[in-house]
């Protein structure tokens, strides 16, 4: 069986393993990277016209950008341990991040109009943690750089999903730019199992079955939803977390739910 163009496998386990590129992607906004270093490992980055969020998804890094250091960043030793550390740098800003212990880091792009917004730090205890759902459809939230919180393009969120759960489910989509119902975004899941042998399912679709694939995911993977419903199962023993990065025309979530499954919401 062929991979799906939506999927996208870690290219080895050190350095630069995955690189999405709104080229390569076949979109507009959104980039993603994903940097596992070694101690004293070293990354570099930015762009001319485009805003950039780092995420610590686990270990520690010091960071500076242009001038300004920004010291010592990380707590969690896994993306299951509790909120992450995360950096706002707006266009024109370089940066650097050198890892002090073993480090992953994910950056997150997608164009700045302006380049007019300050770098941040944004406090992992100031970040907005919620659960949704109900039975085997809870999971739990966090909001990183939520739309309430300054950024040009970029909305970043995480999730974990219990085992034998769902998640952004019942199917929704955000494929059109119909405001104030639907909002158009491009969007990448960025997905970890714990433990790390596990593996789940996603399927990114359209009402018209012109898209349809049924992806298995495992640790480390990407998907790409460039359109379409994108629900995710997370098989039973194993906790999915999954990093989100949305970026469109308009920086605002909203989302439709197919109709078919709508009652879901209202049991």
Partial sequence: MSQSHLLIRPQGTAGLVTSVTPESAGWTHVGFELHRLSPGGTVRGGDSSRETCLVWISGKGRARAGAMDFGLLGRRITPFDGPPAALYLP???????????????????????????????????????????????VRHVTNILPEGEPAQSLLVVEVITPGGHTSSYPPHKHDEDNLPHESQLEETYYHRFNPPQGFGFQRVYTDDRSLDEAMAVEDGDVTLVPRGYHPVAACHGYDLYYLNVMAGPKRTWKFHNAAEHEWLVKK
Wanted: glycine share 8%; proline share 9%.
């Fill in 91 to 137: 266009a024109g800003m370089d940066w650097e991040v050198s890892a002090e212990t073993a480090l992953e880091l994910a950056v997150c792009t997608a164009p700045d109009r302006s380049g007019d917004l300050p770098p941040r730090v944004i406090d992992p205890a100031a970040m907005e943690r919620l659960s949704r759902g109900v039975g085997t459809n």
